[in-house]
């Protein structure tokens, strides 16, 4: 597959399979409501933070063989590719006995961390988190297998792949609630998701791998994962501790019960952050196959007009959240379970510099820097979770947002832009200076201005999306007017209807 088909169902595929975590995320959550006590539910979401912490036993296997098999495959090494396609299959399977170890031992910890002493609900609690430990597993499993898919540039058939096994998870679901299952529900369906998932991540491995097959031998298959992946384990060890680290904290410091306020007025935002991140992803097998080839001015092409769209993105975000959170989480699941206007803002910087801060990383990382983008990232991360660990216990809500704001603001992202800046300066005919303009800031400065003016308080969905629409357009109206590029190109296809 070329790389702008490779680009184009990455592209596809990631908004398709971002519509099931939005319908399990946001559809059903009222029906578990109905069905699963608000303290047993936080407990739920607080364990999910556990299960986070065990995927920190992985070093970033999948992330490392992904860029090396789409770099070889550019350059035509089928031998080292297979090499690492090969050794990262063996460390994957090894570090799967430890997290499945690491797992039991959790569960047995589980009552002790967050305070439970319903015995129905300990017993709910348990049960279910070994359930969805053995889906973590087999998911993690299956990365091994689709790092090298894709990095084949077979995205057509893992994208499909990934489609059928939502599909059949969020049946398994759906079915469980009809008959009023509760917390099962949501454990079972992410098995079937993922077992289904491994299953055919396997099948696909095997029938696009054929054309490398090749004598490797086993010392040189691990060793060549090994050496690359030291930087990306602290990465990636920091990173997931952080991501897990509020709730948890959250669920020792302030309840169980205090969990969901804090998820859900988040829920929506994060859903968005992986729609605006989506096509990061997608774009980072050809990227690091351009790279192989040594293709610099396509290269600097598909980073420009990336940093420009996701400047776009950000501001729309900020703008439609700053206005429109209130409203959506009352409607959604209600008052009770919305942290505050101020909390919320806070909540809409925090996830719009975390996406900011992704796409930089994935540029980065594509063009070959592991070392030095995971070793921001692991800083960064670091830096995150001391300061919750001081702030939380103080402060609660406000102590688990602030240092995702400030920590990216002083630390990674300055250091991703110096980096990109000089990484396109290297080029004739290149300005830095286009990267730090007014101009790629002002989508952010417009959805900050148009989100804090037009506060909106709905009364019902209807009234929601009228809101939405007007905001939308608004926002869209004003970057048209100024941004001339942008302009040209909307007349333009405008014209060619």
């Known amino acids: 597959m070329s790389r702008k088909k490779s680009v184009f169902w990455g592209l596809f595929f990631s908004y398709v399979n971002l519509l099931f975590p939005i319908f399990t995320g946001i559809v059903l959550v009222p029906f578990y409501l109905k069905q699963i006590p608000t303290e047993l539910y936080g407990a739920w979401l607080a364990s999910g933070g556990v299960l986070g912490w065990l995927a920190a036993v992985d070093p970033g ?161 691990v060793s060549c994962v090994i050496s690359d992946i030291s930087f990306s384990a602290i990465s990636r060890f920091a990173v997931l501790i952080t991501q897990n680290l509020d709730q948890i904290l959250i669920a020792k410091f302030m309840g169980t019960g205090a969990v969901p306020a804090y998820v859900f007025s988040s829920r929506g935002m994060n859903l968005c952050s992986t729609f605006m991140t989506r096509i990061g992803h997608a774009i980072a097998p050809g990227l690091s196959n351009l790279f192989g080839e040594g293709n610099k001015n396509k290269i600097i092409f598909i980073t420009n007009h990336l940093l420009d769209f996701t400047a776009f993105m950000i501001g729309g975000f900020i703008c439609l959240f700053l206005s429109l959170n209130r409203s959506f989480v009352l409607l959604w699941v209600g008052e009770n379970f919305f942290v505050g206007t101020i909390l919320s803002g806070l909540m809409v910087f925090s996830v719009a510099l975390s996406v900011l801060k992704s796409i930089l990383h994935t540029i980065i990382l594509n063009s070959g820097e592991i070392k030095f983008s995971l070793t921001v990232q692991a800083a960064d991360a670091f830096l995150i979770g001391i300061t919750m660990l001081v702030l939380i216990p103080k402060f609660g809500y406000f102590g688990a947002l602030i240092p995702f704001i400030v920590i990216p603001l002083i630390c990674s992202i300055p250091l991703y832009g110096i980096k990109i800046i000089n990484l396109l300066s290297h080029e004739k005919n290149v300005s830095p200076i286009s990267l730090i303009s007014f101009s790629t800031f002002f989508p952010i400065i417009a959805g900050i201005i148009i989100g804090l003016i037009f506060k909106t308080n709905s009364s019902n969905f209807f009234h929601f999306a009228l809101h939405s629409f007007f905001i939308a357009f608004l926002y869209i109206a004003i970057h048209l007017l100024y941004h001339k590029n942008h302009r040209a190109f909307f007349i333009r296809m405008i014209n060619a209807i």
């Open 61 to 221: 296997i999948s992330v490392v063989v992904q860029q090396k098999v789409g770099y070889h495959f550019g350059k035509k090494e089928f031998e080292k590719l297979l090499s690492y396609a090969k050794g990262g299959i063996f460390l994957t399977y090894l570090l799967s006995l430890v997290i499945l170890l690491a797992g039991f031992t959790a569960c047995l910890l589980l009552t002790s961390i967050f305070h439970l002493e319903n015995k129905e609900h300990i017993f709910l609690i348990k049960i279910n988190f070994i359930i969805a430990l053995l889906a973590t597993l087999f998911q993690f499993i299956s990365f091994s297998y689709s790092s090298v898919i894709i990095g084949l540039l077979k995205v057509l058939d893992f994208g499909a792949a990934t489609v059928f096994s939502n599909i059949f998870g969020i049946g398994i679901s759906i079915w469980l609630l009809a008959n009023q299952k509760g917390l099962f529900a949501i454990s079972c369906g992410m098995l079937a998701r993922s077992t289904l998932l491994l299953a055919l991540s396997i099948l696909l491995y095997v029938k696009h791998i054929k054309f490398c097959l090749g004598t490797v031998y086993f010392k040189n298959a």
